[in-house]
């Protein structure tokens, strides 16, 4: 239901039935240390490229969160997925391996907070009985394509982010899950994992890239025969002298997938952003550039939804940063507005400062990997009740700013809240 | 979202964004490319004293070879942008900063092919210094001819 000019409310209810996050190293060392699913070594990840790395971490999240979820892919109506490359690349190769409607989502670093939007507005309106909104960024491709080579003696400016090397994957359902139902779906996770993956395989699925990734002894002899991802153990007795420590490339599960959950997470409501530039033209300042889009969505929000900053348990922007968050909080103060403690920005927070990434981080996989590894398990066991997530993204290319273009900035606001499991 | 003019906020994110501490990175560029010049200086003796018949010339341009030798091969072992992190302009005005400028798009680029790729990409960030060193010397060149 349409509520003021650019929020809606959710009628037919839109739970959260589960979320995947996988990230990079530095992010495994973070202040999130122990939020996420999984966490790699090497953010190459057994690939020859970053960008091959980062779209197989969005695919794997994509499976890992439908695993979770105790759903097979054919109950998948729809899946709305983004992330920083051109042409949104990331997504696009990882949907591949999926036999399910993609819908290709880009809002910059907001392109989570776009995918749940619309994630749930289908399945309110009856289009869709389950989705997955899937979101990724990688700090070395996202850094080859928006910057320098990583091998560039240069500095990086004091107002810059460190894009953070994520994805995550939520799986939204407009069916209630039991407690027994999620129970069963996490104990059966790692096999059902496994068994996708085969399945996909034998499906010839991009078969002649499988075969690249398995070694090569095993692409010689029986040929798909075993999944090649269900590396480690199986694979290291079978070939004890692999060149390719694929079990290296990760580490075992950070998070316990048992943690307590004594309450149900529903996506309620939101608010669509508007494009809003103030005239920042620094595009090593983005969360100078962003502060303003998310002030601008969440009056917006509060007008529309004629709510107030305390009816929310705690609120959180996407990836300001450290002065972003300043800069927000600054616009919040020109209007007499004063969040106090209840506010927090997912990219200022992430990182530790001896990380040395200055603002905090960013990218598509900032907020989604910190709502999905972090805020979603403090609302599933309890800790907090309604919670507002304002995503920001900054809309430039490589060129605009060349072209003498100040960098719109753009938000992307959802609210969750909790029943009783 | 009313109460604030385009200009107020330009000038409230000039004021307040956080800046480069100036003198930290002064000094840190002073002295690493100091020390780069130095170890510039100390090839050329070298150079002077293994090949004593070697023009001043040659040596010159033997210890820039060198110089161009080590900024590369720091670079590919992942060693150069560290330093440049450190020293910034101290590490990137003397040749081996531009032997860095080279090599690092080089080896990023190296996943897109050797045509493409490599030798497409390589001049991304060099290509301007390239260009601007061509025109000027032309320029010069044509002055001195009628000099």
């Known amino acids: ?421 | 979202m009313n109460m604030l003019s385009k200009q107020e906020y330009v000038d409230f994110v000039k004021e307040k964004s956080p800046k480069s501490p100036m003198w930290r990175s002064m000094l840190a560029a002073f002295f690493v490319g100091g020390l780069i010049c130095c170890v510039g200086e100390g090839v050329s003796d070298l150079l002077k004293l293994i090949f004593p018949a070697m023009t001043e010339e040659d040596v010159a341009t033997w210890t820039t070879v060198v110089m161009i030798f080590a900024g590369s091969f720091l670079t590919a072992i992942g060693v150069y942008d560290k330093l440049g992190h450190f020293a910034g302009g101290g590490s990137i005005i003397p040749i081996t900063g531009f032997a860095n400028s080279v090599v690092s798009p080089a080896v990023e680029y190296n996943r897109e092919g050797v045509f493409f790729g490599v030798c497409a990409k390589m001049f991304v960030i060099a290509g301007p210094i390239i260009v601007f060193g061509i025109v000027a010397s032309v320029i010069v060149g044509i002055i001195g001819l009628f000099l």
């Open chain 1, 1 to 421: 239901m349409k509520a003021g000019k650019q929020s809606f409310y959710v009628d037919n209810p839109v739970y959260i039935r589960s979320a995947y996050t996988i990230v990079g190293p530095k992010e495994g060392e973070s202040n999130f240390d122990g939020c996420f699913d999984l966490v790699l070594k090497n953010d190459l990840w057994g690939e020859k490229s970053f960008e091959k790395a980062e779209s197989k971490m969005h695919r794997e999240a994509i499976r890992g969160a439908v695993c979770l979820a105790g759903l097979n892919f054919d109950e998948i109506d729809m899946m709305l997925a983004g992330d920083l490359l051109n042409e949104i690349s990331a997504s696009s190769l990882a949907m591949r391996y999926f036999q399910v409607p993609f819908v290709g989502l880009y809002n910059a670093c907001s392109t989570f907070s776009e995918s749940i939007l619309l994630g749930s507005a289908l399945i309110d309106a009856g289009c869709a009985r389950t989705v997955t909104c899937s979101t990724s960024s990688h700090f070395a491709s996202a850094e080859r394509q928006y910057r320098y080579p990583l091998e560039l003696g240069n500095q990086r400016t004091p107002t810059s982010q460190w894009t953070v090397t994520g994805a995550g994957c939520t799986v939204l359902t407009a069916n209630r899950p039991t407690r027994e139902e999620d129970k069963r779906a996490r104990e059966s996770f790692e096999e059902k994992l496994t068994a996708m993956r085969t399945e996909n395989m034998s499906n010839g699925v991009c078969g002649s890239e499988k075969e690249q990734e398995k070694g090569s002894e095993e692409a010689n002899g029986k040929k798909i025969k075993h999944s090649n991802i269900s590396e480690g153990a199986a694979k290291s007795a079978k070939t004890p002298f692999s060149f390719r420590k694929k079990e290296d490339d990760r580490v075992a599960p950070q998070c316990d997938k048992f943690y307590e959950r004594t309450r149900l997470a529903k996506i309620t409501g939101g608010t669509f952003g508007k494009v809003v530039d103030l005239g920042i033209e620094d595009e090593s300042n983005m969360g100078g550039a962003m502060a303003p889009a998310a002030a601008d969505t969440f009056f917006a929000h509060l007008e529309d939804t004629k709510s107030s900053p305390s009816d929310y348990d705690a609120i959180f922007t996407g990836d300001l940063g450290r002065f972003g968050k300043e800069a927000f909080e600054y616009i919040l103060s020109k209007e007499g507005i004063k969040l106090c403690g209840t506010y927090t920005d997912c990219g200022a927070s992430y990182f530790k400062p001896e990380q040395k990434t200055f603002q905090g981080g960013s990218g598509a996989g900032c907020v989604n990997t910190v709502f999905n590894g972090y805020i979603l398990k403090k609302l599933e066991n309890g800790t907090l009740r309604k919670v507002l997530v304002l995503a920001t993204g900054a809309l430039l290319n490589k060129d605009t700013p060349l072209q003498k273009e100040t960098i719109p900035g753009i938000s992307h606001a959802f609210v969750v809240e909790t029943e009783d499991f």
